[in-house]
């Protein structure tokens, strides 16, 4: 699924609430739901550019460390089955 807006946008839009910009207002004039700007407060809340770029990096690092996981994993399980002689 494609992202509407990056990270960069994100954090900006919460920075000009937190500057007072009524929430209901940001909302309506670049067309995103209320429901996504407090999904977004929770994950991105308080960080900046820098943050969530290093976030991002992090998320990627651990979907790609999950697989290598779920792989050996996997690995092991055959080779279980190999060692007991039922194949």
């Known amino acids: 699924m494609k992202k ?7 954090i900006g839009f919460l920075k000009q609430a937190a500057a007072g910009a009524p929430i209901k ?38 979907a790609k460390l999950k697989k290598m996981l779920a792989e050996a994993m996997l690995d092991i399980e055959g080779l279980k089955v190999v060692a007991r002689g039922k194949f």
């Open 25 to 62: 207002d940001l909302c309506r004039k670049h067309g995103f739901s209320d429901a996504s700007f407090y999904l977004w407060r929770r994950k991105f809340g308080g960080m900046d550019v820098p943050d969530a770029k290093r976030l991002k990096s992090l998320e990627a690092e651990n």
């Open 4 to 10: 509407r807006f990056t990270d960069e946008q994100i």
